[in-house]
């Protein structure tokens, strides 16, 4: 069994919501440290990496490892009407495999949910080298999308020492974005060593849409026809995505 509850309620919804982008359902493990959960989309081609650390719940209770698979669309139903100033507990009860949801506001609300059979695989970490790193409002790079994401559903991101370029091209049109490193938008660009990779614009923007949530701050990272990561750090964690690249023939 563990327990778990938090002041605002519309965060978890928030963060549920953020996840459930690229998953349906998955398996949340709790241990005494804090809640995560790492899995792939269906198709494989992109990964969430979710954790919250004990330290980020009002009240937090678990004294061995448990794992929980949950439809996470399911509980997003049951979370619908939720406010930020209702508070959220938690409750697994591992002897009917139940999940109890309750919402204490202006009046009292109680759910129960089943769980599913947890999966036997536990998705490892990529294990990547980044050789570029920007670090942007999370509203800036939601716009160079919108922006590229009018011409073509994939985006070619290169980097320099000297500036980020997110271009996107057809045969009949272009769109070329470029931030200097002086930029007043860049927070950070920190390339080890020039770098460039073409990403499918569907998810990487339904990723930063749905990271928007967690931090007001996004992390991008990768190397050359590598993975990218983009990362979103809250204080009581963090939400990480990762999406593979589309190789093409230079």
């Not at 769109?175 to 060593?193: F, H, Q, R």
Request: hydrophobic share 40%.
């Amino acid at each position: 069994m563990f327990r778990i509850s938090l002041s605002d309620a519309q965060l978890w919804k928030s963060l549920a919501t953020a996840i459930s982008t690229l998953i349906e359902e998955g398996d949340f493990i709790a241990t005494p440290d804090g809640i995560k959960l790492r899995s792939m989309d269906p198709s494989h081609i992109a990964m969430v990496d979710f954790e919250w650390l004990k330290s980020g719940f009002e009240e937090y209770e678990c004294q061995e490892a448990t794992r929980i698979r949950i439809n996470i669309a399911s509980m997003l139903k049951l979370l619908k009407r939720v406010s930020s100033d209702e508070k959220l507990e938690l409750l697994y009860d591992d002897k009917t495999k139940k999940l109890n949801l309750t919402l204490k506001g202006k009046f009292l609300r109680k759910f129960t949910m089943p769980t599913l059979d947890p999966s036997s695989d536990e998705q490892p970490a990529p294990k990547i080298t980044f050789t570029s790193k920007i670090k942007l409002v999370t509203t800036v790079l939601r716009d160079i999308i919108d922006d590229v994401q009018a011409v073509s559903d994939n985006v070619r991101l290169e980097t320099t020492p000297e500036k980020l370029t997110a271009a996107a091209t057809t045969e009949l049109s272009s769109a070329i974005i470029e931030l200097e490193k002086a930029s007043e938008l860049l927070i950070e660009l920190d390339v080890k060593e020039p770098s460039k990779a073409t990403f499918n614009l569907n998810y990487l923007a339904e990723i930063v849409k749905a990271g928007a949530a967690a931090s007001e701050i996004v992390t991008v990272e990768f190397s050359s026809n590598l993975p990218i990561r983009v990362g979103f750090d809250f204080p009581q964690g963090k939400l990480h995505y990762y999406l593979a690249p589309r190789l093409e023939a230079e």
